[in-house]
């Protein structure tokens, strides 16, 4: 991590992965953000088993949602929906068969009492909610686009240079940014006009 220094200091994110911050400790900060790209991800040997724990959450919440419907709303309570996904999740994880984990969840909310499908009824629907699962499993994955984040708030705390000034007419029109002036100003300190927008 850098340290910022000088009379401005900046909080915020820009670019998508760069880092302004304050630490009480260390004062003003600049790091880029960890992480792992999607690419990395899905291809890297070292992610298998988070590939694997996303690949049964997906799948437990499909399983989850099938089933879910079948019960009443007026029977449904906030948490309910995730301790069902837990189930499933839980299920998958120790190599259960896809009909046993549906079976696991119905039961579940039978004995709750919260379920409206009878153990006939399910018994009859078991293949068609496992061939639902298999279409939905096979569904395009729609592209995430990533959202840049570029806010800034910036702190100035003494009177800006030409070059500041130029910087800033010049260089930061693709961020979203805020300005406040802190310190000691001379009383005659004029603010560049094009800054006011920008004044918090």
Not at 62 to 73: D, E, K, N
Not at 145 to 171: C, G, R, S
Request: hydrophobic share 40%; net charge positive.
């Amino acid at each position: 991590m850098a340290k910022q220094i000088g009379y401005v200091k900046a909080t915020g994110t820009v670019d998508g992965d760069t880092n302004f911050y304050y630490d009480e400790l260390w004062g003003y900060l600049v790091r880029m953000l960890p992480g792992v790209d999607s690419k990395r991800f899905w291809k890297d040997p070292a992610f298998e088993g988070s590939r694997r724990s996303a690949e049964r959450f997906g799948t437990g919440n499909i399983m989850s949602s099938i089933i879910y419907r079948f019960v009443p709303t007026k029977r449904r309570y906030r948490h309910l929906f995730k301790q069902v996904r837990t189930i499933a999740i839980v299920c998958l994880k120790q190599g259960m068969a896809k009909g046993d984990v549906f079976t696991a969840l119905h039961t579940f909310l039978s004995e709750q009492k919260r379920i409206s499908l009878t153990q006939e009824q399910f018994t009859l629907l078991l293949s068609s909610f496992e061939a639902e699962l298999v279409a939905r499993l096979k569904e395009p994955k729609r592209e995430k686009v990533k959202k840049m984040k570029n806010k800034l708030k910036i702190k100035v705390e003494a009177p800006l240079t030409a070059e500041d000034t130029e910087y800033f007419q010049l260089y930061m029109e693709d961020y979203e940014w805020k300005i406040k002036f802190e310190g000691d100003f001379p009383q005659d300190y004029q603010v560049p006009l094009f800054l006011l927008k920008h004044v918090a």
